[in-house]
């Protein structure tokens, strides 16, 4: 059965850094095109980030110079980097799969984690 | 790149049909055939329903079906069920450009059986 699996959240100042892991099990991390999507408190859904197989990156314009996606292959484990962070990136973060380049949507998503900005 | 336009909200009685639609621009929704729409329940992850317009993933009743026309895509949710309330999200591949997201989110429409 296919696993994504998120830590990391919590509570942070304004201004802080955080480290987001999203391990997989039963999928290849390198091998799929994996995306960050985060969804504030009783608000909509946001895409914020996705690295395709090659390592290719994009942002959203709202995290970019902010946010960094990264993976580690030997660990199957999808990251994101979050630094200069501000209240309005509280919410949970979801670690999404898209089955290949060429299939834009979301197949397996994980649990989510909680990411609070707050002084 | 703003959201993508939802309804803040449809209800229907069970067995009924609600359709939401989700209103873009000719630079996502308009401009490819890559939009999903997903479910989801209060305290939970995101379901896909819905990809490439009108294909419904394996284990996905026929109840649910989505349609596009121009810049508007739609999802209808025919013989609505009492689990069918929730919210449901639109998504819209936009183009591998770096002055554009790579998706855009709708802003969410939230379904109520009645």
């Known amino acids: 059965e296919v696993q994504l699996v998120e830590s990391g959240g919590g509570l942070i100042q304004p201004g802080g850094s955080l480290r987001l892991s999203c391990a997989a099990s039963?999928?290849?991390?390198?091998?799929?095109?994996m995306s960050w999507v985060r969804q504030a408190p009783g608000k909509g859904l946001e895409w914020v980030s996705v690295i395709f197989s090659d390592g290719t990156t994009f942002y959203a314009d709202s995290v970019k110079g902010r946010f960094t996606i990264s993976r580690d292959n030997s660990q199957n484990t999808l990251y994101l980097q979050m630094n200069s962070l501000r209240a309005e990136d509280s919410g949970v973060y979801y670690c999404?799969?898209?089955?290949?380049?060429?299939?834009?949507?979301?197949?397996?998503w994980g649990q989510g984690t909680l990411v609070t900005v707050s002084s | 790149q703003s959201a993508l336009t939802q309804p803040r909200s449809v209800s229907g009685s069970p067995g009924q049909s609600v359709t939401i639609s989700c209103t873009g621009t000719s630079s996502d929704v308009g401009g490819y055939y890559y939009v999903s729409w997903y479910r989801q329940h209060p305290g939970k992850a995101p379901n896909l329903i819905i990809y490439?317009?009108?294909k419904r993933p394996a284990g996905v009743p026929d109840r649910f079906s989505g349609s596009k026309s121009g810049n508007t895509a739609s999802l209808t949710i025919s013989g609505l069920q009492a689990e069918d309330e929730a919210d449901y999200f639109c998504?819209?591949?936009?183009?591998?450009?770096?002055?554009?997201?790579?998706?855009?989110f709708g802003t969410g429409t939230k379904v109520t059986v009645l």
């Open positions: 998504c819209s591949y936009a183009g591998s450009f770096t002055f554009l997201p790579y998706y855009v």
């Open positions: 490439d317009v009108t």
């Open positions: 039963e999928i290849s991390v390198s091998g799929n095109y």
């Open positions: 999404a799969r898209a089955p290949s380049g060429y299939d834009f949507y979301f197949d397996y």
